[in-house]
């Protein structure tokens, strides 16, 4: 036996230059999931569960952050900002990356928003033949007082930017 053998095998384990065989945590590097994309075409079916799973996941997170908003500490708080951030940024990266279909399928299955047809239903009307049209003029904001509305219209020709400091203003208005 050559001497650098007889040496590798009399290093201890926390030698600095013997790291690299005895590395116990390369298991754990991936945090323990599998990172990679999948090329892997969801069916219908797996696109609903997915969406649902990764709503609840952020309806928890959401309900969590509300929760405790001032009962933690700024790192408890921190934490909880950050996973009802990530958990909603999750869900809208998965629709975004969906294909068109998939889309579509999963708007039908998970319409958030259906009109209420039950009046339409028992007097048997036809809810095409009355469509409802509302323009952006119609809505109406109710926290928008008088005294805004009058000062939009008063203002309306106004296009001029306000510039200048504090002290510009202090010595206009005295």
């Not at 116990?24 to 969801?42: F, I």
């Not at 008088?146 to 005295?174: I, M, N, R």
């Amino acid at each position: 036996m050559t001497g650098n053998q007889s040496n590798n095998n009399n290093q201890p384990r926390n030698n600095p230059n013997n790291r690299s065989k005895n590395n116990n945590n390369r298991r754990y590097r991936s945090g323990g999931r599998n990172r990679r994309p999948s090329n892997r075409v969801l069916n219908s079916n797996q696109v609903v569960q997915k969406y649902e799973n990764l709503l609840d996941q952020h309806l928890v997170n959401r309900k969590k952050y509300f929760e405790y908003y001032d009962r933690v500490d700024y790192n408890q708080f921190r934490k909880l900002e950050d996973n009802f951030y990530s958990s909603i940024e999750h869900l809208r990266r998965f629709e975004a990356n969906l294909e068109d279909w998939q889309k579509e399928y999963l708007q039908k299955k998970t319409e958030r928003y259906q009109p209420d047809r039950t009046y339409s239903l028992n007097h048997e009307l036809d809810p095409a033949a009355y469509p409802v049209e509302v323009t952006e003029e119609e809505i109406e904001d109710p926290h928008f007082t008088e005294s805004q509305k009058e000062a939009f219209v008063l203002y309306k020709e106004d296009t001029e930017e306000s510039v200048g400091t504090f002290e510009d203003y202090l010595k206009l208005k005295s």
